[in-house]
């Protein structure tokens, strides 16, 4: 669990005996070049992503202390460890990939749709209820309410090209950073779920990459102990198993 004393600037500090002790393989010049470690650099990229996905500052680098605990705790080698700590901080590198399509199909501000979207359960009323929350709040009657009806009409389909956008676009740019497959195939699998039912590609068990169960359990934790405490985070984290 994050202790929340010191804010993000804090569990920053903490966080620097998880940094890795080498780089990924050819990532380090243009950081060298800057004088800059090449952690440094991607924890300042991870604020940027933190707006872009509607977070609070520091939920990144947040998520990636969490992560790093379970990563130590269940003895992953240093090559794995790397692997997961860039993961972590870079889980949501595809997230703006689908902004436009978000607010062109839910007439809505894509922060704050991103930011609800991460609480919502797998339910169809939790569903129903977010998608009415959502759409076309400061649209017209007739336009929020053709939104809705194809929103619902469609709904697992937009789901799936939302979360497939943002999964192939986050690994393709990891890979043009000149990170290796495991970071790709993390953050490509970060909406996977244990038991099947997650996104893009309906991965169960173990058949998705450790390195993505961990961020998004870290991602889970740091969320729902933002909203409500150590009790909330706990619940969710132990619904991600069933």
Not at 10 to 31: C, H, I, Q, V, Y
Request: charged share 25%.
């Amino acid at each position: 669990m994050v202790a929340q004393e010191g804010g993000p600037r804090a569990d920053s500090k903490r966080m620097d005996r998880f940094r890795p002790t080498t780089p990924e393989a050819g990532t380090l010049a243009p950081a060298a070049v800057a004088g800059m470690k090449l952690s440094e650099l991607i924890g300042a990229l991870s604020h940027a992503l933190d707006i872009t996905e509607g977070q609070p500052k520091g939920h990144c680098i947040r998520a990636c202390w969490i992560g790093m605990h379970v990563g130590r705790t269940l003895g992953l080698d240093v090559p794995a460890l790397r692997e997961l700590y860039y993961t972590l901080l870079l889980k949501d590198l595809g997230c703006s990939s689908n902004a436009a399509r978000i607010c062109e199909l839910y007439l809505t501000d894509d922060l704050a749709f991103k930011r609800d979207f991460k609480t919502v359960g797998e339910g169809l009323p939790d569903v129903l209820r977010f998608v009415f929350a959502h759409t076309g709040l400061h649209a017209g009657l007739a336009a929020r309410l053709r939104s809705v009806v194809h929103i619902l009409r469609h709904g697992p389909r937009i789901t799936d090209e939302l979360i497939q956008t943002r999964c192939t676009r986050g690994a393709a740019i990891a890979r043009r950073l000149r990170f290796g497959d495991g970071v790709a195939a993390g953050i490509a699998s970060l909406d996977e779920h244990w038991n099947g039912r997650g996104r893009p590609e309906r991965l169960a068990g173990t058949a998705i990459p450790l390195a993505a169960r961990i961020a998004l359990l870290a991602q889970v934790i740091d969320v729902f102990h933002t909203l409500g405490g150590r009790d909330a985070a706990l619940r969710e984290a132990r619904g991600l198993i069933r």
